[in-house]
C-alpha cells in the first residue's frame, strides 16, 4: 500500500519562507514522478511542482522563481522549499506520487498573512 505523509506546514507572514516534506511508505517513490499540488478554498487543485525521476522539474508560473522542488531517494521523500511567500500562495497543498496511477496524501495548511 502507498501512503503519502505531508508536514511542514503552517501560518506565517508574507516574504516568509517554509519547507514541505512529503514522506513515501514505498521504494517505487525512486523512479516515479513526484508533484506538489495545492487547493484554495472554492478552487480547483492545481500543480504547483513536479520532479520526475531523473531530477527534471516544472513549476507553476505563479512560483517560478520562488519554490524549489527537490527528492531524496536515499529517504523516499520529496521537498518544497517556498520562498518569498506571498498571501494567494495560501492553500492546502499535497503530495503525489505518479506511477501508473495517481495517489495522494491527506495534505497540509499553508497560511500566509500578516
Known amino acids: 500500500q502507498v501512503q503519502l505523509v505531508e508536514s511542514g506546514g503552517g501560518r506565517v507572514q508574507p516574504g516568509e519562507s517554509l519547507r514541505l516534506s512529503c514522506v513515501v511508505s514505498?521504494?517505487?517513490?525512486?523512479?516515479?514522478?513526484m508533484a506538489w499540488h495545492r487547493q484554495a478554498p472554492g478552487k480547483q487543485r492545481d500543480m504547483v511542482a513536479r520532479?520526475?525521476?531523473?531530477?527534471?522539474?516544472t513549476y507553476a508560473d505563479s512560483v517560478k522563481g520562488r519554490f524549489t522542488i527537490s527528492r531524496d531517494n536515499a529517504k523516499n521523500t520529496v521537498y518544497l522549499q517556498m520562498n518569498g511567500l506571498k498571501p494567494e500562495d495560501t492553500a492546502v497543498y499535497y503530495c503525489?506520487?505518479?506511477?501508473?496511477?495517481?495517489?495522494w496524501g491527506q495534505g497540509t495548511q499553508v497560511t500566509v498573512s500578516s
Open positions: 503525489n506520487l505518479i506511477f501508473g496511477q495517481d495517489y
Open positions: 520532479i520526475t525521476r531523473y531530477g527534471t522539474t
Open positions: 514505498t521504494n517505487i517513490f525512486r523512479i516515479a514522478t
